[in-house]
């Protein structure tokens, strides 16, 4: 299988060098740097990439901008926006322009890179510490409503996952051991037919389950 290739959009050098250094590790291909928005924005159109990372404070034009243009040139790159900002405006804003991503900067790498690989896979994927802000944008369509598949654990563990309230946390508010959270997370993605937990509990949230 081929390696994804990804452009990374970001102003500070220092960032970008630990990004690519972060990607590098994880096999995954950079084909591009770019420091500023109108100077991404040509990278992308002209690389094609599977995925782009972009800053949301880019000089020139800014990541939310940059996400819009992209989308009205009809590219099929999947974006993955980067910053320090939790408020609900920019994560708001980055959804409605049509990122697939939205990951903090004081994240782990490794979240990082799982949020490239679900959105090059077409899924969706949020920090957990703002994924409440998204979770809160969807409502359950009346008349659509059907039966849960999940079991009460599973949907109490949702519930959870929906506040934005990681794992280990989740263990130690249910006095359950992190194992059991995590066997219940794998059956509860499968039985949800999700990608990855904020996935899950968007796909609960709008069929009424939680």
């Not at 040509?42 to 880019?58: F, N, S, T, W, Y």
């Not at 000089?59 to 999947?78: C, F, N, Q, W, Y």
Request: hydrophobic residues 45%; charged residues 25%; contains cysteine.
């Amino acid at each position: 299988m081929s390696a994804l290739r990804v452009v990374v959009v970001e102003d500070h050098a220092l960032t970008r060098m630990g990004l690519c250094a972060t990607l590098a590790a994880a096999d995954i291909e950079v084909v591009g740097e770019a420091g500023d928005g109108p100077t991404g924005r040509d990278l992308i159109m002209r690389e094609r990439p599977d995925v782009a990372i972009v800053d949301i404070g880019l000089p020139g034009i800014d990541g939310i901008e940059l996400t819009e243009e992209l989308r009205a040139m009809k590219s099929t790159v999947h974006i993955v926006i980067l910053t320090m900002v939790d408020e609900e405006p920019d994560v708001l804003a980055a959804l409605a322009a049509g990122a697939d991503a939205y990951c903090l900067k004081s994240g782990d790498p490794e979240r990082l890179v799982e949020a490239i690989r679900v959105a090059a896979d077409g899924g969706a994927y949020f920090d957990p510490r703002i994924a409440h802000i998204v979770l809160r944008q969807f409502t359950t369509v009346p008349g659509e409503r059907i039966e849960s598949p999940l079991s009460p654990r599973e949907t109490e563990i949702l519930r959870l996952i929906a506040e934005g309230v990681g794992n280990a946390e989740i263990a130690e508010r249910l006095v359950v051991s992190l194992g059991t959270v995590k066997s219940h997370i794998r059956d509860t993605l499968i039985k949800l037919s999700a990608a990855d937990r904020t996935q899950a509990a968007v796909i609960a949230l709008r069929r009424g389950f939680i």
